[in-house]
Structures are given as C-alpha cells and as structure tokens.
C-alpha cells in the first residue's frame, strides 16, 4: 500500500484492455469495395533495423557495448589489453547478474508498487530451497487479492508488501492497535488476515485436510522499530525481513505436499490480471 498520508495499495487498480476486433463485419464491408481473394498473402520479411529493435537484442547490444568501453578504458589505462579485455567480460557479467535481479517476472503494466517488487525478488533466492511463490492471485468473489503466496518446507503464507510514507512513524498500542503516524490501520490487517483465512479455506477443501496460510505485512518506507510482531493476527514486520520471516520456521511440508499445496493455490486463487 503505497500512502502519503492516503492509501494507494493498488488492489483496486486493473489494466487497459485494447480490443483489436475491427467493428464490425457490416461496417467492414460497407467502407470496403469486396475484392476477389486470394490464395497466397504476401509475406513482410523482417528488416535488421526491425531486429535490433527488438528489447533482448538491444539489451544484448548495450551489454556488449559496456563491456568493449570497459575494456577500451581499462586496457588504455593499465597499458595491458589483457586485463583491459578481461575487466569487459566482468563488467558485462555483472550487468547481467544485475539485470536479471532487478526484472520481474510480474509484467510492467501488473505491478502495483516498488514493495511487491523488492518483496518478490526475496522470495525468488528461497526458489533454491524448495518454496514456490505465486504472485498476486486473486481471492474469488472479491477486489482482494494476495500479493504472494508462499509454499515451502515451513508451510503456507500469505505477504502483502506495503509501501508506506517513511515520514510517518510506525507504532503499536497495547500490542492489538497498528498506527501509521495518526493513521489506525486496523482495516489493514483485518483484510491481510481475511485474505489468508479464504486462501486457507479454498484450499484446504480442494486438499481433503485443513491447511493453515500465515498472514503477514511486509512495510517498506519507515522504519519499523521491532523484528517481527503479531498483531490481530497478523504478522507485521519491515519488508527486508520478509525472507527469514519465512524461513525461520521449523520444516513442517514434504516436497511432495509442497508441490500438491502449490498446484491446488494455482488452481483456486486465480491470478487477478490473467495468464500471460
């Protein structure tokens, strides 16, 4: 949720659908003599201009583009083509590493805040130990959706990656009030924790036994003065946590039950823009 003094979570937010159905076929026909048809449609070859515009070869291009200007520098610099050629190659590689951390597998036009990114390339390094996250799936019948589900070795959860204005403190009341600077985020948490309680329900019903989805806030921006809290029962902690907030539990899920848990989330909490 991304507020500066109002709430933007981005939950509400949806893509622009473009249709390219022409209007009609009546109109088409009526603005357009019939012509005879034919059997074989000409067919547009692709230009090299066309092809070096296309995102991953010119991505290709700056990298290599980086690495020749490294190399060129350093090579001049250090009188060695040698060390010049190979500070390219560890330029290029780093590009890429860094590349390939910054992008997301959420399209541009789906993501709702900064916060689900950062949170989404956490999740991402737990891949390695057996959990599989789906990112933001709806919950049928509602505007609510989850922003990642987590299914690991140490159960099921359900993080909502929220940005907040870091001008604003962050404090608790009596352990059960969360405050936003004068802000009560009551309604927050009741939906953090709504969310997970139907994501539990739809899949354990799907499953044959009842499975248990953790609820958790996942705050970017100020600074969050403890570890991890559970308040209403939700956890609530600062974003950069998110991962051993996951992980700090006891393996309680066989890779077998992970796999099984993960296809059944798919299946019953939809994605909320669609399939690619």
């Known amino acids: 949720m991304d507020s500066d003094n109002q709430r933007e979570d981005g939950h509400n937010t949806s893509p622009i659908w473009v249709s390219d ?35 991953r070869v010119r991505r290709l291009r ?20 040698r060390i010049g050629v190979t500070a390219g190659v560890i330029a290029a590689i780093a590009e890429a590493i860094y590349r390939s951390r910054s992008n997301s597998s959420v399209p541009a036009w789906r993501r709702t805040s900064v916060a ?3 949170t989404e390339a956490q999740l991402r390094r737990l891949e390695r130990n057996g959990y599989r996250t789906l990112h ?19 159960g099921v959860y359900a993080v909502d990656s929220e940005k ?18 004068p802000f009560d985020m009551k309604d927050r948490l009741s939906e ?24 958790s806030l996942a705050i970017y921006g100020p600074a969050v003065p403890w570890k991890i809290m559970t308040i209403r029962d939700v956890d609530v902690y600062e974003g950069h946590r998110a991962r051993k907030w996951i992980t700090k539990r006891e393996r309680a899920l066989t890779a077998a039950e992970i796999d099984r848990i993960y296809e059944i989330a798919a299946q019953v909490l939809p994605p909320r823009y669609g399939e690619d």
């Open 21 to 55: 159905r022409p209007e009609s076929s009546e109109q088409t026909s009526a603005a357009k003599p019939s012509a005879p048809t034919s059997t074989y449609a000409p067919v547009e070859r692709a230009s090299v201009l066309d092809l070096l515009q296309q995102p």
């Open 62 to 81: 700056n990298r290599v583009l980086l690495g020749v200007a490294v190399a060129v520098v350093v090579g001049f610099l250090v009188r060695d083509w």
């Open 116 to 118: 689900e990114r950062r």
């Open 136 to 154: 933001a799936r709806a919950i049928p019948g509602s505007e609510a959706q989850i922003d990642h589900l987590v299914v690991g070795p140490t």
């Open 164 to 181: 907040w204005d870091r001008r604003l403190p962050v404090r608790v009341q009596m352990g059960k009030k969360l405050f936003h600077g």
């Open 192 to 215: 953090a924790k709504w969310e997970a309680s139907e994501a539990s329900k739809l899949i354990s019903e799907k499953l044959g036994h009842e499975i248990s989805v953790v609820p």
